[in-house]
Nanobody
């Protein structure tokens, strides 16, 4: 059974940093991209960042220059370093893996596996 488990969320102040992790288990995802989405209260889930197996990355405009996505393929783990956090970054952050390999994730429709989410709250 595939499991994606996020960790690292919490309550921080504006300008602070957080590092999220996503550990995949149950199968290996060789060749698959991994990504992060987020959902704020009352809003649609939105794309945040993604990284392909080989390291190519993709970011939402709202986080470019502040967030950095990375992965350790040997550990089946992905990370999201979030710097200069803003109150508008407050959301539940979800780890995601697409249905098929070798595509750069940017939309929910591509996703085949979701984590349970981790809450990030940024106070002003």
């Amino acid at each position: 059974q595939v499991q994606l488990v996020e960790s690292g969320g919490g309550l921080v102040q504006a300008g602070d940093s957080l590092r999220l992790s996503c550990a995949a288990s149950g199968r290996t995802f060789v060749g698959y991209a991994m990504g992060w989405f987020r959902q704020a209260p009352g809003k649609e889930r939105e794309f945040v960042a993604a990284i392909m197996w080989g390291g190519r990355t993709n970011y939402a405009d709202s986080v470019k220059g502040r967030f950095t996505i990375s992965r350790d393929n040997a550990k089946n783990t992905m990370y999201l370093q979030m710097n200069s956090l803003k109150p508008e970054d407050t959301a539940v952050y979800y780890c995601a893996v697409p249905r098929v390999p070798n595509i750069l994730v940017s939309a929910q429709t591509q996703i085949g596996f979701w984590g349970q989410g981790t809450q990030v709250t940024v106070s002003s």
